[in-house]
């Protein structure tokens, strides 16, 4: 039995606890005592405090009401403004989960509802927003996480086990060393693997998709890299050149568990979908199936921002907003119980954009920064947000007003919604003349999964929705779905056409760029980045043609579009931002290491801090390993 365990028996009467559990790094107390169910807040709260880990108590089956009698009582007492979608009991955790599309009446009720909820069925009550519009990876989502309940209490169960099998061991080898797998002087296949004499955790993995050999996925085949031995998997966001290889270290045998933020786990799930089905219509076998889609889910922990979590008996993780995307994070982690402090930024946007707010900078300790260098060379000072937009608005009125198309690649999340959001404004404000904006690929369900995440956007956009407002709903916006949908498109008239993959490397915007591509006059504008390979990188940098397959015939396509490349709406900070987030850091770091750039851009940066900081850099390759403590 833990220790941690035994110290909490020694706390708490015996013929108060049915039964103990842990919830990954929470632990839970089970009881069949009304009295303690409903009143031992203090008890807990005393041994909260003093050992700094949450613990929670919760009813045991024979205390709970019977399902049918709780439903009715639970109805009674929810306001009809909620708009209840449903109530799903989970009978082997005493959880009753409140799917509603707006939470609001509950929020501002100072929690009496849910405790009252609690008082009258001893059913632990969860308030779950549903997207406001309809959204299928959503719904299967929660399809695979009601199903294996069984399996996720006892996974979870196992999980706690092993966090705290030596939570009160003393260690007697104090070191720990980083080894980038993937990402290191290239943009793609982020993949960090942080080792420590109790643990070994990476630190995302993704793929690099505008690679089609060396490059393309994280180097696994390496001594240290061994599945068996990894504890657990820290991801960061849910682009696929962080997240894309995830489901498949489930494939190949992978069991522990996934920590991210909750619309990362959505968003993660829906790319890798798209990713499959990408891959069938390019003719190749996908690297990892649905099923191993459903492992990672099964397998997912979820973290609020500034949710402090043990990942491992002497690794502690918490998220803070990275601004990159809905739910992207930079990830702190306490190394050793306070032994060494390491934040990895990931890719971050130091910067308020119309999505999300602008990263912290004041952390209670670190000693090592790893950050993104994607946009650190001296030549990489993005214009001004407000002039970035005036670029982005002109271009496209411009195009509508020669009665031609507008094609905008973007990534499915963050510059889909950001853009979505500029072009509305633009039109209700009458800049630019009100055409259909078509939205294509997965930008439809990522963006109804933003409406269910408000906590994870900005000040102004959480106000509205939770006010009821469906900021990203607009009768300009119109779904596309299939391929017929799609010609009609193609055959209609002025339009803006917003459409995944942002690189065109497969996917609906390539095919609109396939038929676009040959007439003057038409405009394809790039809003993100656009990896050396790329189809995307070769036309911004002046590609005049390519050759691609049109009803199953290989031609030679010409390109006499207008191509428009506005770096200001990235997601990624451009140098003056990377080098400000680093004088702003308190505490200052000891060692900075770069990486998620091109190789000049980083050594051009990290001389730049050297010189300006007079603090330690490094600009790590692949396979490179780095001695934190």
């Known amino acids: 039995m833990s220790d941690i365990i035994k110290f909490l028996l020694s706390k708490i009467p015996k013929k108060f606890i049915s039964s103990l559990y842990f919830e990954a790094s929470d632990i839970i107390i089970y009881t069949s005592d009304k009295e303690f169910f409903l009143e031992g807040g203090e008890k807990i709260k005393e041994i909260v405090n003093e050992i700094k880990k949450r613990v929670e108590v919760r009813a045991s089956k024979e205390l709970l009401l019977e399902k049918e009698k709780a439903e009715k009582i639970i109805k009674s007492i929810l306001p ?30 100072n929690a ?80 960090l693997l942080l080792h420590t004499p ?36 820290v991801l960061t966001h849910s682009h696929l050149d962080h997240s894309g290889m995830i489901p498949y270290l489930y494939k190949i045998g992978y069991k522990g568990p996934v920590y991210m933020t909750p619309p990362v786990r959505d968003i993660t799930a829906l790319l890798a979908l798209d990713f499959i089905s990408v891959t069938y219509k390019q003719a190749t076998q996908p690297l990892f199936s649905v099923s191993d889609i459903k492992k990672m889910i099964k397998h997912s922990i979820v973290l609020n921002y500034r949710e402090v979590c043990d990942i491992t008996s002497d690794l502690r993780i918490t998220f803070f907003n990275a601004g990159h995307a809905l739910g992207s994070s930079m990830v702190h982690i306490n190394i050793g119980n306070g032994l060494h402090n390491l934040l990895y930024t990931s890719d971050f946007k130091y910067g308020k954009t119309r999505l999300t707010d602008s990263p912290p900078t004041n952390f209670k300790r670190m000693e090592t920064l790893i950050m993104e260098g994607t946009y650190g060379g001296k030549e990489n000072k993005q214009p001004s947000r407000k002039e970035s937009e005036e670029m982005l608005i002109n271009a496209v009125k411009k195009t509508i007003e020669k009665k031609k198309k507008v094609l905008l690649p973007v990534l499915g999340v963050g510059r889909s919604q950001d853009v979505m959001l500029i072009i509305k404004e633009a039109m209700e404000n009458k800049i630019i003349q009100e055409v259909p904006v078509y939205l294509d690929g997965m930008v439809w369900d990522i963006t109804a999964i933003h409406s269910a995440y408000p906590e994870f ?37 002025p339009c803006i056409i917003i459409a995944t993959s942002g690189m065109l490397v497969g996917g609906a915007s390539l095919e609109y760029f396939k038929e676009l591509a040959p007439e003057k006059d038409n405009t394809v504008i790039f809003t993100s980045y656009q990896a050396k ?97």
């Open 80 to 109: 009809k403004e909620i708009d209840l979608v449903y109530l799903y009991f989970d009978e082997y955790r005493s959880i009753v989960t409140i799917a509603c599309k707006n939470p609001s009446p509950i929020i501002k009720n």
């Open 112 to 191: 009496e509802i849910l405790k009252k909820i609690k008082r009258e069925t001893f059913w632990k009550p969860e308030v779950r927003r549903v997207p406001i519009k309809e959204s299928k990876i959503s719904e299967g989502i929660v399809n695979v996480l009601h199903k294996s309940s069984l399996f996720r209490k006892r996974f979870l169960n196992e999980v706690g086990k092993k966090i705290y099998r030596e939570w009160t061991k003393e260690k007697k080898e104090n070191w720990a060393r980083i080894t980038f797998l993937g990402g290191a002087r290239e943009v793609g296949r982020s993949c």
């Open 198 to 233: 109790e643990s070994k955790v990476l630190l995302d993995c993704g793929i690099n998709v505008a690679e089609e050999n060396n490059g393309k996925f994280p180097v696994l085949n390496v001594p240290e890299f061994n599945i068996k031995e990894i504890d657990a998997i």
């Open 457 to 493: 956007l900005n000040y102004n956009l959480r106000k509205e929705i939770y006010n009821g407002v469906d900021v990203f709903s607009s009768e300009i916006f119109r779904r596309v779905g299939s391929p017929m949908e799609r010609k009609e498109v193609l055959e209609g008239g």
């Open 533 to 629: 390979g790329s189809l995307g990188y070769k036309v911004k940098e002046g590609l005049k043609e390519f050759k691609a397959f049109i009803d199953g015939e290989e031609k030679v396509i010409p390109i006499n579009l207008d191509v428009v490349s506005i770096e200001g709406l990235s997601g990624h900070s451009d140098r003056n931002q990377l080098i400000s987030f680093v004088s702003n850091l308190k505490p200052f770091p000891k060692r900075i290491i770069l990486n998620h750039g091109e190789p000049n851009r980083l050594r051009d940066l990290a001389s730049s801090l050297n010189k300006l900081f007079k603090v330690e850099t490094n600009v790590p390759r692949v396979l490179d390993a780095i001695r934190i403590v």
